[in-house]
Nanobody, 123 residues
Framework: VQLVESGGGLLQAGGSLRLSCTAS????????MGWFRQAPGKEREFVAA????????LYADSVKGRFTLSRDNAKNTVYLQMNSLKPEDTAVYYC?????????????????WGQGTQVTVSS
């Protein structure tokens, strides 16, 4: 099983980034997908999740209205579009595959994790 994230980088506040996560080694359409992030010295926190068919999305209050999560099941890939980025969005972002078709905000609901991609937003 592999989850490979890409798209992280360094940018100024107010900018945009799109993170991608491509999955292999399991049946992609069986799983909800999620993104979490972890800043230095802080616990890993939920960012967004999407159900197996893209019909249901969940977002953390801190990113609602700025981030959009989508998936392309034909490409085994999820995309996290991040707009209006703030310095407090700085973190390592992790892609995760859920244990079921609809997973939520808890890390225990996810069975596979990527290695993470760094996002740094300067003020």
């Amino acid at each position: 099983v592999q989850l490979v994230e890409s798209g992280g980088g360094l940018l100024q506040a107010g900018g945009s980034l799109r993170l991608s996560c491509t999955a292999s080694g399991f049946t992609f359409t069986d799983a909800a997908m999620g993104w979490f992030r972890q800043a230095p010295g802080k616990e890993r926190e939920f960012v967004a999740a999407i159900s197996w068919n893209g019909g249901t999305n969940l977002y953390a209050d801190s990113v609602k209205g700025r981030f959009t999560l989508s998936r392309d099941n034909a490409k085994n890939t999820v995309y996290l579009q991040m707009n209006s980025l703030k310095p407090e969005d700085t973190a390592v972002y992790y892609c995760a595959a859920g244990r079921g078709a609809l997973s939520g905000r808890q890390t225990r609901e996810y069975r596979y994790w990527g290695q993470g991609t760094q996002v740094t937003v300067s003020s």
